[in-house]
């Protein structure tokens, strides 16, 4: 079953509290919401509290998110530490997605930083697996991953069976990328998707509203019997975020036929 998730980056940048952001996504009908571990320190030491918590509001945390700049040893002990801990808190918690991202665009886009950078990612991703969990590699804008050649790069050396793949519609807008393409590409390692749209201004908007044509992806997701996360990852919007919240469940929901958990009686 395809579950729904969201990001309550929305809600954060409009000064709403994280609490009362979840009690939306979870009377608005999500399934879960992805976070990453910095919001998350009072419930890394409680995991078994917070599970608790998401218990009573029937959210799950669709997964959490990792990046790293590589920039230096220091950058890299810090990822690798936090990672553990996240490894942890996902377990005890029963989250099992882990995303990776990252690659500063101040290191040189180069075979050797590529290679470098996909060694460490299988690193990781072996002691995710391990741990019973997904790891999956969030394509983003603002890394030296952010166009094809660079993307594919690393795809090509990281192993598919350790390190999926978290392809996000509006980050691929963002560089060279044929979206559709890209999605045949790499469907078989596709556990995990970020839908947003892109307006014609390249500015983050809400689903169905700008330039991307989801419904030949949520099609593509459909024939390839696709069962993991769709989560709205939208950075932020111009509406009250409960309003954008709504629309964009609906989105999925009545244009691309994605009931999600909570919508199944």
Not at 20 to 31: C, M, N, R, V, Y
Not at 196 to 217: H, S, Y
Not at 247 to 259: A, I, K, Q
Request: charged letters at 25%; hydrophobic letters at 35%.
């Amino acid at each position: 079953m395809v579950r729904l998730g969201y990001h309550p980056a929305t809600y954060v940048r409009q000064d709403i509290e994280a609490e009362e952001a979840l009690k939306d996504i979870s009377s608005t009908g999500w399934d879960g919401f992805e976070w990453s571990p910095g919001r998350l320190d009072e419930a890394y030491a409680q995991p078994e509290e917070y599970r608790r918590y998401l218990q009573g509001l029937d959210l799950e945390i669709s997964g959490l998110y990792c990046p790293c700049s590589f920039l230096d040893d220091e950058s890299i002990a810090a990822w690798q530490e936090t990672i553990g801990r996240t490894i942890e808190f996902a377990t005890a918690i029963g989250t099992e997605y882990i995303m990776l991202d990252g690659g500063s665009t101040h290191l040189p886009r180069n075979g050797q930083t590529i290679h470098r950078i996909a060694r460490l990612a299988n690193e990781v991703g072996k002691r995710i697996l391990d741990a019973g969990l997904i790891c999956t590699w969030h394509q983003h804008w603002g890394s030296i991953f952010e166009y094809t050649a660079e993307f594919d790069a690393l795809m090509a050396a990281t192993d598919p069976q350790i390190v999926k793949c978290t392809p996000d519609t509006a980050q691929l807008a963002l560089g060279d990328f044929d979206i559709p393409a890209t999605f045949e590409k790499y469907i078989e390692r596709m556990h995990y998707v970020h839908f947003k749209d892109l307006d014609e201004n390249r500015r983050f908007i809400e689903l169905g509203r700008g330039i991307v044509d989801f419904p030949p992806l949520a099609e593509m997701l459909k024939q390839a019997g696709f069962d993991g996360w769709i989560v709205v990852d939208l950075d932020y919007t111009s509406l009250d975020p409960r309003e954008s919240s709504r629309h964009n469940l609906s989105y999925l929901r009545e244009t691309l036929g994605f009931e999600g958990r909570r919508a199944v009686p």
